[in-house]
């Protein structure tokens, strides 16, 4: 049973327009999150994180929202860029347990030019 | 450059041919871990150390052996590989077990496909 869902597989957008990618967590020990890129060949990337303790964090274009309520957080993307195009992962883990992060399957983000 | 390096990038093999995937960073992490990546299944860890001599399962260890003899090397062992070990592996360091300030840094991956 996956205790991290990321539902949308995919995801196309325009250039310039906002990316929002959605992902839901089951386990309610999760207190830290972050998000991955990975491109073609390569390894994923660390992208942006949130701790339990804070309900949003900006970094650049890319902002994370956490909604604890719902076991449900966000990455936005805004613009969005060609660059952009990825899969991005959630992550989850409990802080105890340090790196023993869980992940989701991934949406892959198109952004048209 | 920091990094984390994996060898082979590809491996076809044979059901039951013992492989070993190896994997080094240059950035004296002391946490590594091993992953696998299958369609709608997202990464899964196989085995994680916390420091040399120091390992443990993850969540599908089944199959697999690791050792962490040196600090910088964590190879990750199929003793008799199966089809169902057909996947994306990736190995990922940290500079510490713990997650908030130091997140995993990955290797670009091992595409292994096992007939």
């Known amino acids: 049973d996956q205790q991290v869902k990321q539902n949308s597989p995919s995801l196309s957008v325009q250039e310039g327009r906002i990316s929002i990618l959605n992902c839901d967590y089951t386990?309610?020990?999760?207190?830290?999150f972050l998000w991955y890129k990975k491109y073609p060949a390569e390894g994923p990337t660390f992208l942006i994180s949130?701790?339990?303790?804070?309900d949003k964090n900006e970094d650049g274009r890319f902002t994370v929202f956490l909604n604890k309520s719902a076991k449900h957080l966000s990455l936005h993307i805004v613009p969005s860029q060609p660059g952009d195009s990825a899969v991005y992962f959630c992550?989850?883990?409990?802080?105890?347990?340090?790196?023993?992060?869980?992940f989701g399957a991934g949406t892959i983000l198109r952004v048209k030019s | 450059e920091a990094q984390v390096t994996q060898n082979p990038r590809y491996l076809i093999t044979v059901t039951g041919k013992k492989l070993t995937v190896t994997c080094s960073q240059n950035?004296?992490?002391?946490?590594m871990s091993w992953y696998r990546q299958d369609p709608g299944l997202g990464l899964r860890q196989i085995y994680y150390?916390?420091?040399?001599?120091?390992?443990d399962k993850g969540d599908v260890p089944e199959g697999y052996k690791v050792s962490r003899k040196e600090k910088r090397n964590f190879p990750l062992i199929l003793e008799s590989p199966s089809p169902n070990q057909t996947s994306l592996y990736f190995c990922?360091?940290?500079?510490?077990?713990?997650?908030?300030?130091?997140?995993?840094?990955f290797g670009n991956g091992t595409r292994l496909t096992v007939t």
């Open positions: 949130i701790s339990s303790i804070k």
């Open positions: 150390s916390m420091n040399v001599e120091v390992t």
């Open positions: 950035m004296n992490h002391e946490y």
């Open positions: 990922a360091s940290s500079p510490t077990t713990t997650g908030s300030d130091s997140p995993l840094h």
């Open positions: 386990n309610s020990m999760f207190d830290y």
């Open positions: 992550a989850a883990s409990e802080m105890e347990y340090g790196n023993k992060l869980v």
